[in-house]
């Protein structure tokens, strides 16, 4: 059964400053998903990624399949960026992109 | 388009009740998934269905849990007498395949 631990659990920053959110998990994967939880409780998915990187805007995802690790960044982040992210796997090596496993959330507060 | 709907947003019950939650899928999306997040709590999946393949149970945390998807499109979770710790907001989630996830604003259960 796959295991996800994210760091930091919370993150405070300054406007502008560039953010990295880590995500690392322990059986391998065919895909890794990047959640975000407003804090309204909305939940928007920002990336899944299988190799490589994924850039959306400010926001890139990597993932180093080897090393079975992903971080999130955010270049120059911005007040409305505060929300909770979350880092999911499949619960199993080879199990479906249904049956997730999430990390806890890394609570990221962006002050102006 | 419209996106992903769950209804009602919020639902208080009684102990030993039982209550049905509804989730109306984007159109033509081929996968659901219901999740829920306890209270300060992750997280966590429940069950998933993928086009006319039977679902993914594995989730289900009691036997007082179950779920139907109707035409692939409308899908229910009905919790039997239910218990102070089913209190959640359960999400609802659908997808193309096994592609990005689209989530509902979810129900929020409380069992008094």
């Known amino acids: 059964k796959n295991e996800v631990e994210q760091s930091p659990q919370n993150l405070t920053a300054q406007e502008g400053e560039f953010i990295t959110i880590n995500c690392s998990y322990s059986?391998?994967?065919?895909?890794l998903h990047w959640l975000q939880q407003h804090p309204g409780g909305g939940i928007v998915s920002l990336f899944m990624?299988?190799?490589g990187k994924k850039k959306h805007g400010r926001l890139i995802a990597t993932i180093n399949i080897p090393e079975k690790h992903s971080s999130l960044h955010i270049t120059a982040s911005h007040p409305r960026d505060s929300a909770v992210y979350i880092c999911?796997?499949?619960?199993?090596?080879?199990?479906?992109?249904?049956?997730?496993?999430f990390g806890k959330g890394t609570k990221l507060s962006v002050k102006p | 388009g419209a996106g992903v709907s769950q209804s009602p947003s919020n639902k208080v019950t009684e102990k030993g009740k039982d209550v049905e939650l509804r989730c109306d899928p984007i159109?033509?999306?081929?996968?659901l998934y219901w999740y829920r997040q306890s209270l300060g709590q992750g997280l966590e999946f429940l069950i998933y269905?993928?086009?006319?393949?039977?679902?993914?149970k594995s989730g289900l945390p009691s036997d007082r849990f179950s779920a139907e998807r109707t035409g692939g499109s409308v899908s229910t979770l009905t919790i039997q007498r239910t218990q102070q710790e089913d209190s959640a907001v359960y999400l609802c989630?659908?997808?193309?395949?096994?592609?990005?996830?689209?989530f509902g604003p979810g129900t929020r259960l409380t069992v008094l």
């Open positions: 989630a659908s997808s193309w395949r096994g592609d990005t996830q689209y």
């Open positions: 059986v391998g994967i065919s895909a």
């Open positions: 990624l299988s190799s």
């Open positions: 999911a796997v499949p619960i199993h090596y080879g199990g479906s992109q249904g049956n997730l496993i």
């Open positions: 159109s033509g999306h081929t996968a």
């Open positions: 269905f993928q086009g006319n393949s039977a679902p993914d």
